[in-house]
């Protein structure tokens, strides 16, 4: 079941994002200080306690929050975009992202939305992979992930109507 998340989720969240993003970044950014010693569960829990925070963040829960995903829409240009999604690696492979997915693209659906954007990691092919198989393409726009000389290359994805 894919629901938003709620603050009793914070600990889970935090402990997806910190593992898959250590084990997804860690040979791309070659920076064991950032992926051992900055990239933090409690440090990663206490942002999502800020005010807004879980505001477009939602889980897959089917009795254990297995992953999770954070979006933005913007009805009004009938724009969305995916800002973060992760699986725990335990459950990498079983279906859990593209539900995620699934769930998303079918919202972004029901409110209009024409158009959605989302920044992936340049070598972060298995993520690129994924992307692609949702129909999402490259944009042609790419930028250095903030603080480092990583590349992201914009993906985006036209809804058709109706």
Known sequence: MIRKATTSDIP???EILVFTKRTAYRDIFKDDKGT???LQVISTADELTEPGALEGVSVYDDGIVKGMMNTAFDEKAATAE???LYTDSFFAG???GSALMRNFLEEAR???IRTITLWVLKENAKAIAFYEKFGFSPKGTERFAQGTKVS???YFL???LG
């Open 12 to 14: 889970r969240i935090a």
């Open 94 to 96: 079983r279906g859990v």
């Open 82 to 84: 995916l800002k973060e």
């Open 36 to 38: 051992f010693n900055e």
């Open 152 to 154: 992201e290359v914009e």
């Open 110 to 112: 029901q409110r209009g």
């Open 158 to 160: 036209n809804i058709p």
